[in-house]
Nanobody, 125 residues
Framework: QVHLVESGGGLVQAGGSLRLSCAAS????????MGWFRQAPGKEREFVAA????????GYADSVKGRFTISRDNTKTTVYLQMNSLKPEDTAIYYC??????????????????WGQGTQVTVSS
């Protein structure tokens, strides 16, 4: 079992930056892919970024590629999402999740669980 807590959201102007953090409890952090997803009002939760257990490989949604960077620190059991050049369409609640299968890497929302409570990101134009 793992407990995830997101932080770092807020209100920012278009073009600004935010850094989200997701702190995980429990010992089984370093052997799981971690992912960031987001959900805007009236829309389904969508993939943003994922990083494999050792942090050697990461994948991104096309909409954030080149602007967002996912990273992790396994010694701190924390995963981060650095968001630059933010746009109003990035406004959403951002959630981190842990992959449900140890050592696997996928980007499908259905493969992730143990969701945190989310952190609101609002980008004004």
């Amino acid at each position: 079992q793992v407990h995830l807590v997101e932080s770092g959201g807020g209100l920012v102007q278009a073009g600004g930056s935010l850094r989200l953090s997701c702190a995980a409890s429990g010992r089984t952090f370093s052997t799981y892919t971690m992912g960031w997803f987001r959900q805007a009002p009236g829309k389904e939760r969508e993939f943003v970024a994922a990083i494999n257990p050792r942090g050697a490989f990461a994948g991104y949604a096309d909409s954030v590629k080149g602007r967002f960077t996912i990273s992790r620190d396994n010694t701190k059991t924390t995963v981060y999402l650095q968001m630059n050049s933010l746009k109003p369409e990035d406004t959403a609640i951002y959630y981190c999740g842990r992959h449900q299968r140890e050592l696997y890497y996928t980007r499908d929302r259905s493969d992730f669980g143990s969701w945190g409570q989310g952190t609101q990101v609002t980008v004004s134009s």
